[in-house]
């Protein structure tokens, strides 16, 4: 852990109750409003792997090094790194773990969390520097920083790492370990 109100957060709030705070995304939400077309496109950026453990599962991203290259540096210089997973609580199909970096870096680009796709990696400098990963359908419109994303081909594996984590969070309180290295 990072420090001890993550630990605190993760092992002894009472986060089962966000089950009860989820909720179907109604038609017209935000959600239902996004707008695909004003994704950012991530250019060939320098790559890095994302591994989930105890899950065993690994994916290659690429960082938004071209788009946001302060931020990317940021986060490159601190890497290797391994830090608890954590689940968003009502924003959707969001995880994100507190990184051990403090960046004040220039942002450039920014993309409304609702029009990203599915593996978009984004980094909250606002919010206690969160490094957050988009597995689905997430609600919130606000914009936020562009570290990233995790290529097409490993959906189907950062859905399952969603859903593990989902549990794990709200549920056996079982921590998953994100590492984040160079590839």
């Given amino acids: 852990y990072l420090n001890r109100l993550a630990a605190w957060s993760f092992h002894y709030f009472p986060w089962s109750i966000g089950k009860h705070l989820t909720y179907e995304t109604p038609e017209g939400s935000i959600a239902a409003l996004a707008d695909p077309s004003r994704r950012v496109q ?3 950026g320098q790559k890095v792997r994302l591994t989930w453990e105890p899950l065993g599962i690994s994916v290659i991203a690429y ?7 302060e931020l ?9 790194f391994t830090v608890v997973q954590d689940h968003a609580v009502v924003s959707g199909e969001s995880m994100y773990a507190w990184a051990p970096v403090v960046s004040t ?3 450039n680009v920014k993309e409304r969390q609702c029009d990203a796709p599915v593996g978009r990696i984004r980094y909250s400098q606002g919010t206690g520097n969160k490094v957050i990963v988009q597995y689905g359908e997430v609600t919130e419109d606000i914009a936020t920083p562009v570290l990233g994303e995790i290529l097409p081909e490993y959906a189907d594996d950062i859905y399952k790492v969603g859903r593990a984590v989902l549990e ?3 549920g056996d309180k079982k921590p998953i370990m994100l590492t984040i290295e160079l590839a």
């Fill in 105 to 107: 870096a220039k942002v």
């Fill in 168 to 170: 794990s969070n709200f």
């Fill in 72 to 80: 990317c540096n940021d986060l490159i210089q601190a890497l290797p």
């Fill in 63 to 69: 960082l938004a090094t071209k788009e946001n290259p």
């Fill in 42 to 44: 991530i250019r060939d």
